[in-house]
């Protein structure tokens, strides 16, 4: 079945960086997009960025520039690569499969049926 597994958060101080990882099993990689959400306290999950075959990669403004997206299809896995981090930052992380295998609606949850179970980032001092 399909699964998706992230690692390689932690705490880091600001301006730092963290390179993420989701690893998939179940499908093969580039035949769907990939997306990456976050989600801090009382906030709701937002699209961070996302990876297709097709479509290449699009960010959210306040990553643009400090955050990579990037995909090994030989591993079938996908990564984050963040860096300038800022304690705004801090939040749970989560790697999602599209319905699509292009970036269509690729910053919406509802475009996404299948999750990661998340892992947390921390950016403080």
């Known amino acids: 079945q399909v699964q998706l597994v992230e690692s390689g958060g932690g705490l880091v101080q600001p301006g730092g960086s963290l390179r993420l990882s989701c690893a998939a099993s179940?499908?093969?990689?580039?035949?769907?997009?990939i997306g990456w959400f976050r989600q801090a306290p009382g906030k709701e999950r937002e699209g961070v960025s996302c990876?297709?075959?097709?479509?290449?990669?699009t960010y959210a403004d306040s990553v643009k520039g400090r955050f990579t997206v990037s995909s090994d299809n030989a591993n079938n896995t996908v990564y984050l690569q963040m860096n300038s981090l800022k304690p705004e930052d801090t939040a749970v992380y989560y790697c999602?499969?599209?319905?699509?295998?292009?970036?269509?609606?690729?910053?919406?949850?509802?475009?996404?049926?299948?999750w990661g179970q998340g892992t947390q980032v921390t950016v403080s001092s």
């Open positions: 990876i297709s075959s097709s479509d290449g990669t």
């Open positions: 179940g499908f093969t990689l580039n035949t769907y997009a």
């Open positions: 999602a499969r599209s319905r699509y295998r292009n970036s269509r609606l690729c910053t919406r949850t509802g475009t996404y049926n299948y």
